[in-house]
Nanobody, 121 residues
Framework: QVQLVESGGGLVQAGGSLRLSCAASGRTFSSYVMGWFRQVPGKEREFVAAINWSGSGTNYADSVKGRFTISRDNAKNTVYLQMNSLKPEDTSVYCC????WGMGTMRPDYWGQGTQVTVSS
């Protein structure tokens, strides 16, 4: 069992930056692919980024590529999402996930409750 708690969301102006953190419980954190997803009310959950167990491999949605960076610190059981050059369309609830990689996408087994990111124009 893995429990995930996100932090770092908030209100920021367009062009600004935020850094999200996701703290995980459990001794098997380093064995999971970790990722971030986002969702706005009335829309489907959208994949944002994922990182493999060692941190050597990452994957991003086209909409955030070049602006967002995912990283992890296995010693701290924490995964991060550095978000730069934020746009109003990045406004969403961002959720951390732990899972596997399969068939070209991340397949979450565990979810955090999410943190709100609001980007004003």
């Amino acid at each position: 069992q893995v429990q995930l708690v996100e932090s770092g969301g908030g209100l920021v102006q367009a062009g600004g930056s935020l850094r999200l953190s996701c703290a995980a419980s459990g001794r098997t954190f380093s064995s999971y692919v970790m990722g971030w997803f986002r969702q706005v009310p009335g829309k489907e959950r959208e994949f944002v980024a994922a990182i493999n167990w060692s941190g050597s491999g990452t994957n991003y949605a086209d909409s955030v590529k070049g602006r967002f960076t995912i990283s992890r610190d296995n010693a701290k059981n924490t995964v991060y999402l550095q978000m730069n050059s934020l746009k109003p369309e990045d406004t969403s609830v961002y959720c951390c996930a732990a899972g596997r990689w399969g068939m070209g996408t991340m397949r979450p087994d565990y979810w955090g409750q999410g943190t709100q990111v609001t980007v004003s124009s």
